[in-house]
């Protein structure tokens, strides 16, 4: 892995939350070839990778496995085991989008973790649905014509609560109490549960390795990230923000935003103002406050 | 010894074999010719007649995965496809033959679009020969029943651990009702008993699977894949010979008709053997020198007990129901056959016939034609053939 990975801190913390009873099924991404190179394995639980878009389908399989063995007397029914479904952003909101709905849907007992670094990171760069407006990839460059990505990210937090899941939360790396107190509740509820965590990748952002944590924490402060959970329908911002930071602070560390003007990063600014505008509405109250300036 | 018998259509002997062998999990989605297994196992399932999870999968592609996760965690796993289905799976089931997960799945044979055709060939089949997977071909509703039956067996034997496929003809055979005698789950459990196996996903033995492979090892999984379905074969041989013994049916990888000293014979795959089998007994009676080679075990190819019944021949005509546009072979089952007589040095005239396409019905009149084309090569040589194909039953 990358020095100053997000998604390694991600994973150590997601693994130290969940302790040894789990059963890992990984979509293919950086985090599966980086930690597998055979014969070594990083993994001390059970783990298997099958493909890049089917980790939802294949967690299925495995769940629905331990229930009818558990019940034909075939393994111990004592013993609780949670099945963990792991995809990066390609791998869950793009190609693996079908399975992680089927398997929503069909409410199997899986707690699926979306780390989330905004592109195809594993292949080198490539812009995915999880990309965020104007941002450099390989595949929306900044030239005379197109200026980085332009469409905004897709809001797949919205997708996998429409199928009325029990439990929905946003985990950043940064915020690490909220990070285990989210994973254990999402491991504890019965049925399908969702974490979405806030990955920074140094190489498919451009900062410098030391930044992680900094760039985790101004996500925060900018609200571009907000910390909430959604249990049994209902919405609470786990991270208030009272006042927020201009995005330009958040941006300005990323060289994939490097090209950006000033008309442009306000128009980035106008799309967090309305995505704070909605997440307040939700909740019925201003617990993402306005930008401030820093003096 | 046996079941009763009832009178089935070959979807659902399939489906009563599944249930006879006591699956734990079944994840399938419904495609024609395919569809009436899926619906009997839910029935089963429902009725609680079979103890299983069944996933509802929303594709072809997460029925495969999700069995292959659960079969990773230790349990008896059974899905069912065909034609759009199974290339929706293909990519999996060469995931499931190298990760050595002994998934279970009958495809009732179809024809692949374009154009879209719901109708019986061996496009689909032929199309996934190639996974690591055993592949057999059943004639009829009571082998389908019998073969899959056979096939928990193989895939599970310790030395084989490989995904294994149950063909049987669309419509032909999945939809045409045949008295069946059904295994009852005792006496196929005996015949296939269930064991832990000794890889699987277990918080109490952690293990990594599928893992990354680098240059320095992806060769040698590939290798063990292949030594894999070369040792099936006699551990094929030795579950269809328990097979007769403990039923009474006695299955052999391929079966022979009149081949020796025949001056032609017929090489077919699937319910059209049948039809050709009735022709050649016709044709005898006329003096007609004709045989045939039924194929049951396509992967791994049976070559020699394919050689023993062509060594004596004048010429072969293989029967093909699929098409490989472009290919030296035209048909994939000719090349097999091909190969298999020039590895042992045996050069007689080697013709493909391909029949069939999109559940077109494959006749006796269409074997006297294969016939009659075919004896105009008697004594001759491969190299004096000037066009090794023809279609047969289709406009010109």
């Known amino acids: ?25 990984h979509a293919t991404g950086c985090v599966e070839v980086t930690t597998t190179p055979y014969p070594e394995t990083a993994w001390r639980v059970p783990w298997i990778h099958v493909a890049f878009e089917n980790a939802a389908a294949v967690a299925s399989g495995i769940e629905a496995a331990i229930k009818a063995l558990k019940r034909k007397g075939a393994i111990d029914c004592s013993k609780k085991v949670k099945v963990v479904a792991i995809g990066g952003d390609g791998g869950t909101v793009d190609i693996g989008l079908q399975a992680l709905s089927g398997m929503l849907e069909r409410g199997h007992n899986v707690l699926y973790v979306l780390y989330d670094n905004e592109a195809y990171m594993n292949t080198g760069i490539q812009r995915s649905g999880a990309t965020p407006m104007y941002a450099w990839t390989t595949t929306t460059p900044a030239g005379r014509v197109w200026r980085g990505e332009w469409r905004r990210k897709k809001d797949i937090v919205s997708i996998v609560r429409a199928h009325g899941v029990p439990y929905v939360a946003s ?3 940064a915020y690490i109490t909220d990070f285990y107190a989210k994973v254990r509740k999402a491991a504890e509820i019965e049925g399908p549960t969702f974490i979405h965590a806030y990955s920074p990748c140094v190489p498919g952002w451009r900062y410098e390795p030391h930044l992680t944590v900094k760039i985790a924490k101004l996500a925060v402060q900018t609200g571009i990230w907000i910390n909430y959970e959604i249990e049994k329908g209902v919405l ?32 980035i600014q106008r799309i967090v103002d309305e995505d704070v505008e909605y997440i307040n509405k939700l909740v019925g109250a201003t617990v993402i406050g306005p930008v401030e300036r820093r003096g | 010894m046996g079941g009763k018998v009832i009178p089935i259509s070959g979807n659902y002997a399939v489906a009563y074999a599944a249930k006879a062998v006591d699956v734990d999990v079944v994840a399938a989605y419904p495609i024609t010719p395919q569809t009436a297994v899926v619906e009997k196992l839910a029935e089963f399932v429902a009725n609680g007649e079979l103890d299983a999870e069944f996933i509802h999968v929303e594709s072809e592609h997460s029925a495969l995965s999700a069995v292959v996760g659960a079969s990773a965690a230790g349990a008896r796993v059974f899905t069912a496809t065909s034609a759009q289905g ?8 060469h995931i499931a033959s190298t990760m050595r997960l002994p998934v279970v799945m009958s495809i009732a044979t179809r024809a692949i679009s374009a154009p879209i055709n719901i109708w019986c060939d061996h496009s689909d089949f032929m199309a996934s020969s190639d996974t690591g997977w055993i592949m057999l071909m059943a004639l009829n509703a009571q082998e389908a029943h019998d073969l899959t039956v056979a096939a928990f067996r193989i895939a599970e034997d310790p030395e084989v651990e490989l995904p294994v496929a149950v063909g049987y003809d669309g419509f032909w055979v999945s939809h045409t009702v045949e ?15 269930k064991r832990r196996r000794q890889y699987v996903l277990d918080p109490e033995r952690p293990l990594t699977m599928g893992s990354l492979a680098s240059p320095d090892w992806y060769f040698e999984f590939r290798v063990q894949l292949h030594d894999a379905v070369e040792r099936s074969r006699e ?3 030795r579950a269809f010979d328990e097979f007769g013994k403990s039923f009474g049916r006695v299955y052999k990888p391929v079966d022979g008709y009149f081949t020796d000293n025949a001056d032609l014979v017929l090489i077919s795959m699937g319910s059209a053997s049948g039809t050709a089998l009735t022709y050649v007994e016709e044709a005898r009676k006329s003096g007609v020198r004709v045989g045939l080679v039924n194929i049951r075990q396509f992967r791994p190819f049976p070559e020699e007990e394919l050689y023993k019944h062509l060594e004596g021949a004048g010429v072969v005509a293989v029967v093909d129901r699929a098409l490989n546009p472009g290919s030296a072979f035209v048909g994939p089952l000719y090349s097999d056959v091909v190969l298999t007589l020039f590895k042992r040095g045996l050069d007689i005239p080697v013709l493909d016939f391909v029949v069939g ?3 077109r019905a494959v006749t006796r009149r269409d074997f006297d034609e294969i016939t009659k084309r075919s004896l105009a090569y008697l004594g001759k040589r491969m190299k004096d053939i000037k066009q090794h194909y023809a279609f047969i039953g289709v406009r010109e």
Do not use: S, W
């Open chain 2, 179 to 193: 008295p069946v005698e059904v295994l009852e789950k005792d006496e196929a459990l005996k015949y296939a008993p």
């Open chain 2, 86 to 93: 199974l290339l929706l799976m293909y990519e999996v089931m």
């Open chain 2, 357 to 359: 396409l999109g559940g």
């Open chain 1, 1 to 25: 892995m990358c020095q100053g990975c997000g998604a390694a801190i991600v994973m150590r913390h997601l693994l130290k939350a969940l302790g040894k009873d789990v059963i890992i099924a």
């Open chain 2, 235 to 237: 551990v094929i041989l």
């Open chain 1, 171 to 173: 985990v950043n790396l």
């Open chain 1, 236 to 267: 609470r911002v786990t991270t208030p923000v009272p006042k927020r930071l201009p995005v330009e602070e958040y941006l300005k560390l990323q060289g994939r935003f490097g090209h950006l003007t000033k008309e442009e990063i306000e128009a």
